[in-house]
C-alpha cells in the first residue's frame, strides 16, 4: 500500500489546505458510513469504491488515509463520540435530579443518537467486529471508556447515598454487553418490542446493579416514561 501522499498547501477557492483537507477527510468519512453502513459493508468496499462514492479521487484517499481499516478506525471513534457527547450533555441537563430520572434521560440520549441512524448501529456494533487486532482493541479500548463512564456515576450516586458503595467495574461491563446485544437486535428486527420498552428494560438493569439489592423503593425510585 502506498505512503500517504503530501497534500497541498496554499489557499484555493477561498480555502486553506488544512480546510480542503479536514472537508475531503468529511466527504471520505460520509461516504464510509453510507457503504460500510448501509452496503456493501465495510469488507465489500474498496478504495477506488468509497473515492468515486465521496467524489474523490483515491490520490486524495491516500493524502488522509493509509488504507479502509483506517477509515473504518476512524468512523468507529466518530459514532461513539457522537454517542458519548449526546450522553454527557443529557448528565448536564440532569445533574440534581434523582437517580431513576437522571439514568433514563442519560440512557435515551444514548439510545436515540446510536439508533437514529441504522447504519451507525452497523458501524458500533457489527461492522467493527473481527477485522483485525487493531480494531478489537479499539474496540475494546471505548468499551472500556463506557465502562469508566458508568463507574464515574455510579461512584457520584453512592456519595449521594442513592448507589451502593462498591466497585461497579464488573457490573458495568456486564452492563455494557447487554446494551450492545439488545440494541443491536432491536435494530435487526429480532426483538417483539418499541424502543421505550428497550430502553426502560435496559435503566431498570442499570439501577439494579447500582442500588443494593436489599434497599427499600422510594415513591420517586421509578423509571420515568417520555409523555
Same mark, same amino acid.
Not at 449521594?160 to 464488573?170: I, K, Q, V
Not at 426502560?200 to 447500582?210: A, D, K, P, T, Y
Given at each position: 500500500m502506498p505512503d500517504r501522499l503530501r497534500a497541498p498547501s496554499g489557499r484555493y477557492a477561498g480555502k486553506s489546505a488544512e480546510e480542503r483537507r479536514a472537508e475531503r477527510r468529511r466527504r471520505f468519512l460520509d461516504a464510509a458510513l453510507e457503504l460500510f453502513g448501509a452496503g456493501p459493508g465495510y469488507r465489500s468496499t474498496t478504495v477506488a469504491a468509497l473515492s468515486e462514492a465521496a467524489g474523490l479521487s483515491t490520490r486524495q484517499f491516500y493524502e488522509e488515509f493509509r488504507n479502509l481499516e483506517d477509515v473504518l478506525a476512524a468512523l468507529h471513534l466518530q459514532v461513539n463520540d457522537r454517542a458519548e457527547a449526546a450522553v454527557l450533555t443529557a448528565a448536564a441537563r440532569t445533574a440534581h435530579t434523582p437517580l431513576p430520572e437522571r439514568a433514563d434521560a442519560v440512557f435515551r440520549a444514548y439510545a436515540a443518537d446510536v439508533t437514529g441512524d441504522p447504519r451507525?448501529?452497523?458501524?458500533?456494533?457489527?461492522?467493527?467486529?473481527?477485522?483485525? !487486532?487493531?480494531?478489537?482493541?479499539?474496540?475494546?479500548?471505548?468499551?472500556?471508556?463506557?465502562?469508566?463512564?458508568?463507574?464515574?456515576?455510579?461512584?457520584?450516586?453512592?456519595?449521594? /447515598?442513592?448507589?451502593? !458503595?462498591?466497585?461497579?467495574?464488573?457490573?458495568? %461491563? /456486564?452492563?455494557?454487553?447487554?446494551?450492545? /446485544?439488545?440494541?443491536?437486535?432491536?435494530?435487526?428486527?429480532?426483538?417483539?418490542? %418499541?424502543?421505550?420498552?428497550?430502553?426502560?428494560?435496559?435503566?431498570?438493569?442499570?439501577? /439494579?446493579?447500582?442500588r443494593p439489592p436489599d434497599r427499600v423503593p422510594r415513591r420517586d425510585d421509578r423509571v420515568f416514561r417520555r409523555s
Open positions: 451507525r448501529i452497523r458501524i458500533a456494533f457489527v461492522e467493527i467486529i473481527g477485522v483485525s !487486532p487493531r480494531m478489537e482493541e479499539q474496540r475494546l479500548a471505548r468499551r472500556a471508556q463506557w465502562v469508566e463512564l458508568i463507574c464515574a456515576e455510579a461512584r457520584a450516586a453512592a456519595a449521594r /447515598g442513592e448507589a451502593e !458503595p462498591r466497585d461497579h467495574r464488573l457490573a458495568a %461491563t /456486564g452492563f455494557i454487553g447487554s446494551v450492545n /446485544g439488545l440494541l443491536h437486535d432491536w435494530s435487526a428486527d429480532r426483538v417483539e418490542a %418499541t424502543l421505550d420498552e428497550v430502553v426502560e428494560e435496559l435503566v431498570r438493569q442499570l439501577l /439494579g446493579i447500582l
